[in-house]
């Protein structure tokens, strides 16, 4: 069993210091509840300001920010999901996360291929590289980034690689409830893994975000969702034979026959036609 914790949270912009801090409280308060992993949300140790960040944050302290956040990790003996920018040897910009484990070690790194808004674009360039899948606590584990999980691509690319579990760092401001409402849900669903989708809190730049973190199982549950405020969220998930989470409360059944349900009924994975698609262009 992995108990995950997701931070939700009101990050400062450009103000590291306290961004790592809360960070670091988080893990700690995590960690004491016997949580294995923490995520965070997308670019919270420098706050979520894309134009801000490309003018005003020094990509020169990026070692440093990733040692700081390893060190948090090390300090509490949990694994930690961080997102950060990250600079490509050719210079560009890219929105990127890391899973690093209790010992601080990087086991997972993904770059954000689906950039939104004009901001966003402004100031990074989108990836192109497919999520790739750990093993983390025997449970296959992928990233992917805020509005990635928008586009049934994303998800089901870290499916088909074997993902179980499907970590979202996420900045999504007010207005787009049925992202976290609907979308996530559908993404765990049809692909039958559990995703986790961790927000921010409160106003940064001007962004207004209205937190709604949820986890949602394989069957297409929410197994937990966070109110609008600063939150730590608690799901406990199962061993990787189950691909699903522990319901705090349901119809009686255990996780292997809910998710031995899904793959019965709707075994969207085993009857996908990639071959078809692929002549549909699409």
Same mark, same amino acid.
């Given at each position: ?8 949270? $009101? ?6 210091t306290?961004?790592?801090?809360a ?32 003018? /005003? #944050?020094?990509?020169g ?11 948090i990790?090390?300090?509490? $003996? &949990? ?15 890219? &929105? ?29 360039t ?27 691509e ?14 979202? =760092? ?5 207005? #787009? ?30 962004? +207004? #975000?209205?937190?709604?973190s949820i986890?949602?199982? =394989?069957?297409?549950t ?6 609008p405020?600063?939150e730590?969220l #608690? ?12 319901h705090?409360? /349901? ?5 292997? +026959?809910?998710?031995?349900?899904? +793959? ?9 036609r990639?071959? &078809?698609?692929?002549?549909?262009? &699409?």
């Open positions: 069993m992995v108990l995950l914790a997701l931070m939700q949270a $009101n990050a400062a912009v450009l103000d590291v306290a961004n790592c801090a960070v670091d409280e988080a893990a700690r308060e995590a960690s004491a509840a016997g949580a294995q992993l923490l995520l965070t949300p997308e670019l919270f140790p420098v706050g979520y300001a894309p134009l801000r960040l490309r003018s /005003g #944050f020094d990509p302290t990026l070692p440093a920010l990733r040692e700081a956040l390893a060190g990790a090390r300090r509490h $003996n &949990i694994a930690l999901v961080y997102s950060l920018p990250a600079v490509t040897p050719a210079g560009e910009w890219h &929105i990127s996360a890391s899973l690093v484990d209790a010992s601080g070690d990087e086991l997972l790194s993904y770059d954000k291929v689906h950039l939104f808004g004009p901001e966003e674009r402004a100031a990074f989108p990836a192109a590289a497919a999520p790739g899948v750990v093993d983390f606590h025997g449970l296959k584990t992928a990233l992917v980034i805020c509005y990635d999980i928008e586009f049934p994303s998800a089901r690319a870290a499916a088909v690689r074997g993902a179980e579990l499907l970590l979202v =760092p996420t900045a999504l401001a007010g207005g #787009f409830e049925a992202v976290p409402q609907v979308l996530v849900r559908a993404r765990a669903l049809e692909n039958q893994l559990t995703v986790a989708y961790a927000n921010h809190a409160g106003t940064e730049e001007g962004y +207004d #975000f209205r937190g709604g986890v949602a199982g =394989p069957d297409g929410a197994l937990a969702v966070a109110g405020g600063p730590l #608690f799901v406990e998930l199962g061993g990787a034979e189950l691909g699903g989470a522990e705090a409360a /349901g119809d009686g059944r255990d996780d292997a +026959d809910r998710a031995g349900d899904a +793959d019965d009924a709707v075994a969207y994975l085993r009857d996908r990639p071959d &078809i698609y692929r002549s549909w262009d &699409i």
